[in-house]
């Protein structure tokens, strides 16, 4: 469940954009009557109108979340604040400015916030973030603290990279290819590197040392 919460906004994103690619007219109008207000110059195209209707549901979801948590009285985590801000004002600047650019700098900037949170608990802190993160493993699996580094090190360059490729995608190929790519690619290559988890941290499972 927590990981579709986390998707939530990203799901959204896609789905309110694809309806509008099929809708322009319909998107154009309705955000023209609604929130032309937070356009610079009051108007949009029809070729802006999926992807800026796109980021306005984008940013009410993750409004949403927190009201959701706050409302529940539920912790809200560092990163989902980061995502928040983030979102907020990368996609405040994509509607005022109606200039793409701006929302598709988001993933980047997220996965390079978590990159440099990663680097600064590790240098600064002293602190390994990944095994805070993934603490409870430790009560199944046996795992030295080169492994733990290592581990960190692997998640460093994962978003460094994600972030990375994000920008070839999002300047190299066309609006409605990065948001497929935003969806499906990111998540796509998020399980991968998942499964890679897995079999990285397979070998240190109490288990199978036991087994004789």
């Not at 900037?109 to 990944?130: D, E, G, H, P």
Request: charged share 10%; with cysteine.
């Amino acid at each position: 469940m927590k990981i579709l919460f986390d998707l939530f906004p990203v799901i959204l994103f896609f789905a309110m954009f694809k309806w509008s690619e099929g809708h322009a007219e319909s998107a154009q109008a309705f955000f023209q009557s609604h929130f032309s207000s937070f356009i610079a110059d009051g108007a949009l195209t029809l070729q802006q109108a999926p992807i800026m209707l796109a980021t306005l549901v984008t940013i009410s979801a993750t409004v949403a979340q927190i009201g959701y948590l706050l409302l529940r009285r539920k912790k809200i985590d560092g990163m989902l604040w980061i995502s928040f801000f983030i979102v907020t004002v990368f996609g405040g600047l994509t509607i005022y400015f109606h200039n793409e650019t701006f929302i598709k700098w988001k993933p980047t900037m997220l996965y390079w916030c978590y990159a440099a949170a990663l680097i600064l608990s590790q240098f600064v802190f002293q602190k390994n973030l990944t095994r805070s993160f993934m603490i409870k493993l430790e009560e199944d699996f046996a795992i030295p603290e080169s492994a733990w580094t290592r581990l960190n090190w692997i998640w460093m360059s994962f978003f460094t990279g994600m972030g990375i490729l994000n920008l070839v995608v999002a300047y190299n190929f066309s609006t409605a290819t990065w948001v497929n790519f935003k969806l499906f690619g990111g998540m796509g290559l998020m399980f991968v590197f998942m499964f890679g988890q897995i079999i990285f941290l397979s070998k240190y499972s109490k288990n199978s040392q036991e087994t004789p």
